[in-house]
């Protein structure tokens, strides 16, 4: 799952690691190929369920944290912001009431991530999304799924790992991919991969802990603020690789995907 430990250089006052080159990571996936590091990101999730492994650097409760604290807790900067929501872009991009879903959505985080830490938990990456995942040959040739960027490593909650592959690639990788037919190939394969690493929980769990996990997702929106500001917009459009109306229109497509994901749950 990570990349090839060649020679761990031990010093007095630092540590030189030197790694298997994974090449630059380029290359298109298919909708197979997600699906395939889907069912690798389950086995490893199924092979650590909560309290099988402990360390101190693990991290604890980190997707609370997100939602709450970080990022998440920032989305009400942006969904206050008149100026944001009546531009055109906005006002084209977004469907009706998606404001108002939002400011719902904040004022609920605190039982989102309740309920979402009282599904069953196990040892996950927590960012394994696109960028953070390379295709590599195994040693008999199968593909393997290596992934960097470990600084999150800890417990989650079940179906949250396959919520960062799909939900994170779409947002800020793969941004053409039609994010339910990813979902719909995606978490069955992960539940083969818990099952085969002996899982014995229910679907359910997964499908809520999918669910759920929309949340870390619904409210990085900060980047809209582009829309006031013609010289962020280029710098968007540039690191985004289309036009930005494009890219708002995909955001809210998403976006009411993620809430109808959460309320589904919720009720």
Known sequence: MAPRLLLADRRADSCWLWLEDLGDGGGHWDVARYAL???????????????????PWLTRDW????????????GGVVVENDAIWEHPLIRSGFALGTRERLRRFLADRE????????????L??????????FDRAGPTGERETALIDWSY??????????GHLVIGSVAFADYRQDIRALADAC???YLEGLRAAGWKGSEAEVREGYALSAARWVCIVGWLTAVLDPARQQQMETWMGQPLAESIAQAGARTTYLLDLIDGVLG
Do not use: C, M, T
């Open 153 to 162: 490593l800890g417990y989650g909650p079940i179906g949250a790992e396959v």
């Open 124 to 133: 996950g990456h927590l960012d394994a999304f696109r960028k953070n995942l």
């Open 63 to 74: 997707i609370g944290i997100w939602i709450l604290r970080g990022f998440g807790s920032r």
């Open 187 to 189: 978490i069955p394969a």
């Open 111 to 122: 039982r989102i991530v309740q309920r979402l830490n009282a599904r069953p938990h196990a």
């Open 37 to 55: 590091a889907a069912r690798h990101l389950g086995r490893f999730n199924g092979a650590f369920p909560a309290g099988s492994f402990d360390a």
